[in-house]
């Protein structure tokens, strides 16, 4: 998940951004797969140690893009679990939250789906996503327990409102890519709903009970609660005058 952008909206809507998550949603998954396709084919690197060392620097240069591009379009992203953590934030009210839920995260997952078909379609060996390998229980706690820890760096990264991009961004990549590493045997370590049910929806396996829990309701939860105990700790202490 990407440093998260400014909130959805400042006491008012913006349905422009709309188009913006339906874009990038879909620009996100074809940029992770021509970076596996790049590493496992004209790289060579497939099977090799340095393979994941390669795949890790690629996947920095293009956040760094996606970063770029957020920025640039005022708060659009990728990621529903970005948008909602901004909107939770903020504390925009139901009309912000609404919004959010029911108009620019299917955005993001159409736009995800739409990224799946033209990366099939124009790389048709370009796989079929990432698999749970584990059971659905220790999946979610996995997939839940990796957000949170993006969530809590992202949240307070723009609580601080660091005014350097290069670092904001440099720091929650090198963390996202951690992260990603340690949760990868076990969901994919994707962090990403909107992408994740693109690929399930690519195989068919979209509305079982494991995705559902595994890569929604775990990483949902885990972003409320995240962006829950970013606010309480930063709380400035009131000063009582005795």
């Known amino acids: 998940m990407s440093p998260a952008p400014p909130p959805p909206s400042r006491a008012r809507i913006r349905p422009w951004l709309v188009v913006g998550d339906l874009a990038l949603a879909a620009a996100w998954v074809c940029a992770g797969a021509l970076v596996k396709l790049l590493v496992y084919g004209p790289l060579g690197f497939g099977g090799r140690p340095e393979a994941e060392a390669v795949k890790v620097s690629l996947s920095i240069v293009y956040m760094f893009i996606f970063a770029w591009l957020e920025a640039a379009t005022g708060g659009a992203s990728y990621n529903p679990l970005t948008i909602l953590a901004a909107a939770v934030a903020s504390q925009g009210g139901p009309v912000v939250y609404l919004f959010t839920a029911f108009v620019r995260i299917p955005a993001q997952v159409i736009g995800a789906i739409l990224g ?29 327990l990796a957000t949170f820890m993006v969530v809590m760096v992202s949240v307070t990264l723009k ?78 202490k009131k000063i009582k005058e005795q």
């Open 116 to 144: 799946v078909k033209l990366i099939q379609f124009t790389f048709p060996n370009v796989g079929k996503g990432a698999r749970l390998s584990v059971g659905a229980h220790h999946g979610a706690l996995a997939e839940g």
């Open 159 to 236: 609580k601080k409102e660091m005014k350097s991009f290069f670092m904001k961004t440099w720091i929650t990549s090198i963390w996202k890519n951690i992260i990603h590493i340690f949760s990868s045997d076990i969901t994919g370590g994707i962090m990403n709903p909107a992408s994740a049910f693109a690929w399930a929806y690519a195989r068919g396996d979209h509305t079982t009970f494991d995705h559902l829990l595994v890569y929604w309701l775990a990483p949902l939860q885990a972003t409320l609660l995240g962006v829950w105990v970013v606010t309480f700790l930063t709380k400035p």
